[in-house]
């Protein structure tokens, strides 16, 4: 008597077929090849996508750089050099936007150094204080950990609608404060509450994943560790600036500098929140680059494309810390 | 050849010629408020009577005509048919519908008029029809003003005559401002031309700030700081992000609002009954008391693969009854000219406010100075709108002195102009 199938094996059919049926050219390919001529073709879709959606859109991106005009084709646009360089880096003090040919791109770069600095400091210091929080032994704690990853799951548009609705003129915010006794607060139409307010989303936004991250890295301190300190009788404090701290530094840098890049590229849930208002106060570097590049009456996509290989040389910069700092992590 | 694989013949057939099918037409088309649905029961009487045709029509916002609409002209694709206001600048992407209509004679003579809006500089092209002529103008809300006792000022009161009855109502009926303008540079400028602006230099292109214009908008900001303009509108964005006032009026949180005549169904069909509105026009200044005239097209796109499909349907839409038909039941002010002199228009609203208000609109068309009639056509207006609404948020939002933000205007005006004339 046969047998009979397993339901495994069934459903593992059709990927030994397709083994059995790539063994013979990837064989031949390796005698061919070699090791390294595998590794090539394994990586080769993956860098074939790279290529299409990143390489060629960065070598477009900077042949648009250097043309002019309103036209979208490259072909039709006429060659400009550097000027567009030039014009976002015309500046008789670059501290002060006023004195810069263009205002706006200097006041955006203000504006975004300003807000990486608030919002990486403070989600930094928030997502710190949950992590520590949410690895004692607290009730419900799977409870707890979902609600601060939540909203790491919402789209950052239904954030800044959701943020909008409560803080508007006649927000549930204000509604609350007019019930309370208190005076309502122009939360989004005053500079500094609208500045506040999108450092206080993004964090609200995104501190959830950050906090995993350092949870992670808290539950990897040998336990040991805490109870010799506890047999020592040392004080809760020195225990986190002598022991814990020094040990989640590795985890510590990546959420930095994860976060700085995430939010030097700051736009959505602010865009939708502020619009960049009142005035400019919340126009960061990317919003600067929408609006010249495609939502401006009378678009200048070149000088857009130029701002934003700027802003693609600090996010490289940033990303060849991330990588320098992992790789040094990684090697202890 | 068995069942499947025709099934899946017949899917990859339909995917390859879904983009260019005989008797498929795709407009675009966006909504203020019900013309949508007037727009979707009109093309299904085309088809059916024209079976051979297919005409779908895809909904979509207004910021999809503004921002997503422009890229997809540039790369030469798009709908067959779009409903657009960004008239001039992308005139060069419009179909020539002259022989693809059964009688160009009859579009030149009855919608001839708005043609240089929407073409090219010297063309003589057919490129759609308006379905819709606009004016600016502001509305009041009578119930406010009636219960704060301040009698609404008559024709041929000026800007700062409205705006301090308004604040009289504002105070007091407690309401968070005295009026509101819509962000946007087309809004402004009517007022600015009331104060005497000319923004035209005599090389056509865009001329300084003048006194006039200088004069309005430092009076604007001066209004926003006294907490008379409602400051929400203008502050809450940067760039030129359009941002109506429309709500606050319907919310009864201002008295006054400067929008125009394209608003009359929304606060019809919002205010209801809930408190009587009225068109009031547009406020005088030292040189007149005039709105912008303006409105939404129809166009063909010259990226279609269906031109005689879409000259069927543009003739359909153009036709004197349908125009007629699509502006009683949308409440909007037809093109057509030979409707607006047959007149007899029966606005299907039974609120009297709006009646009230069509016909008001009809009346102000009186009052448009040449120099507001020729912003439509002058393909630099919209560097002007948008080089203007940013510099004023940010005096408004205190960023700025409102005396340092009209060379900066100038220079962005300026800066715009010289990347739009940039050719190869």
């Given at each position: 008597m046969r047998p009979a199938t397993s339901a495994g094996a069934v459903v593992t059919a059709p990927l030994r077929w397709l083994a059995r049926a790539t063994d013979v050219p990837l064989s031949a390919w390796q005698r061919l090849t070699g090791q390294r001529g595998m590794i090539a073709l394994f990586l080769l879709p993956n860098m074939a996508i790279f290529g299409i959606f990143v390489l060629v859109p960065l070598v477009i991106n900077l042949l648009y750089s250097t043309t002019g005009g309103t036209e979208f084709f490259l072909s039709d646009r006429p060659q400009v050099g550097a000027d567009h360089y030039a014009r976002l880096l015309d500046c008789g003090n670059y501290l002060d936007p006023n004195s810069c040919r263009d205002d706006m791109f200097w006041i955006a770069v203000s504006n975004t150094a300003r807000f990486v600095f608030f919002q990486v400091a403070v989600m930094t210091l928030a997502a710190l204080i949950t992590a520590l929080i949410l690895n004692r032994a607290l009730p419900g704690k799977g409870f707890w950990r979902a609600v601060f990853f939540f909203p790491v799951l919402l789209s950052p548009v239904v954030v800044g609608l959701i943020w909008k609705w409560i803080l508007q003129r006649q927000g549930l915010a204000n509604l609350f404060m007019v019930e309370l006794g208190l005076e309502p607060v122009n939360w989004l139409t005053d500079r500094l509450w609208a500045f506040v307010a999108a450092v206080g989303v993004s964090v609200w936004a995104h501190m959830g994943f950050y906090t995993l991250i350092l949870l992670a890295g808290l539950q990897a301190i040998p336990r040991d560790l805490y109870e010799a300190a506890e047999m020592d009788g040392t004080r809760p404090f020195r225990v986190f600036w002598r022991i814990t701290l020094p040990l989640l530094m590795p985890n510590l840098l990546v959420v930095i500098v994860l976060s700085l890049i995430r939010a030097v590229q700051i736009f959505d849930e602010a865009y939708v929140?502020?619009?960049?208002?009142?005035?400019?106060?919340?126009?960061?570097?990317?919003q600067y680059i929408y609006e010249v590049g495609f939502a401006n009456l009378l678009r200048n996509p070149g000088l857009a494309a130029a701002a934003s290989i700027l802003m693609a040389c600090v996010l490289i910069v940033l990303t060849l810390l991330q990588l320098y700092l992992s790789r040094r992590s990684g090697a202890k | 050849m068995n069942r499947a694989r025709m099934l899946a013949t017949a899917s990859v057939l339909a995917l390859l010629g879904a983009g260019a099918q005989a008797g498929e037409v795709r407009m675009m088309w966006y909504s203020d408020g019900i013309e949508g649905e007037v727009?979707?029961?009109?093309?299904?009487?085309?088809?059916?009577?024209?079976?051979?045709?297919?005409?779908t029509l895809d909904n979509v916002?207004?910021?999809?005509?503004?921002?997503?609409?422009?890229?997809?002209?540039?790369?030469?694709?798009?709908?067959?048919?779009?409903?657009v206001t960004n008239?001039?600048?992308?005139a060069e992407h419009w179909l020539d519908l002259t022989d693809y209509v059964e009688d160009p004679e009859y579009w030149r003579t009855n919608f001839g008029d708005q043609f240089d809006w929407m073409r090219p500089d010297d063309s003589d092209i057919i490129p759609g029809f308006m379905t819709q002529l606009t004016l600016t103008g502001g509305f009041a809300n009578a119930t406010l003003f009636e219960q704060a006792g301040v009698a609404m000022p008559g024709e041929g009161a000026t800007w700062e005559e409205w705006v301090e009855a308004a604040t009289q109502v504002q105070e007091s009926q407690q309401t968070a401002g005295a009026f509101s303008i819509d962000r946007s540079g087309h809004r402004i400028t009517g007022p600015m031309i009331s104060y005497g602006a000319n923004l035209v230099g005599e090389d056509g292109k865009p001329a300084p700030l003048d006194d006039a214009a200088k004069a309005f908008i430092t009076q604007l900001v001066q209004w926003t700081d006294e907490g008379k303009n409602l400051r929400d509108v203008w502050v809450s964005a940067a760039g030129t992000t359009y941002i109506p006032g429309a709500d606050e009026f319907i919310n009864a949180n201002i008295p006054l609002y400067y929008s125009g005549s394209w608003q009359i169904a929304n606060l019809s069909t919002k205010i209801g009954d809930a408190f009587d509105w009225v068109a009031i026009g547009s406020p005088c200044g030292d040189a007149g008391c005039t709105g912008l005239p303006g409105g939404a097209a129809l166009v063909g796109i010259k990226y279609t693969q269906n031109p005689e499909d879409v000259g069927k349907v543009m003739d359909f839409l153009a036709r004197e009854d349908i125009v007629k038909e699509f502006s009683e039941r949308?409440?909007?002010?037809?093109?057509?000219?030979?409707?607006?002199?047959?007149?007899?228009?029966?606005?299907?609203?039974?609120d009297p406010s709006a009646k009230a208000a069509l016909e008001a609109f009809v009346g102000f068309t009186g009052t448009i100075m040449p120099e507001a009639n020729a912003m439509p056509a002058w393909r630099y207006a919209n560097a002007v709108y948008g080089g203007m609404v940013n510099r004023i948020s940010?005096?408004?939002?205190?960023?700025?002195?409102?005396?340092?933000?009209?060379?900066r205007i100038d220079s962005d005006i300026a800066e715009q102009v010289a990347a739009a004339d940039q050719t190869k």
């Open positions: 929140l502020t619009g960049g208002g009142p005035g400019t106060s919340t126009m960061f570097m990317t | 727009m979707q029961d009109l093309l299904n009487r085309f088809m059916e009577e024209n079976p051979d045709i297919n005409v916002a207004y910021q999809v005509i503004m921002e997503q609409l422009p890229i997809q002209l540039a790369s030469g694709e798009g709908p067959d048919i779009a409903r008239l001039k600048e992308q949308t409440l909007f002010l037809p093109a057509h000219k030979g409707v607006v002199e047959a007149g007899g228009l029966n606005f299907q609203t039974e940010q005096a408004m939002a205190g960023e700025m002195a409102v005396e340092d933000i009209f060379a």
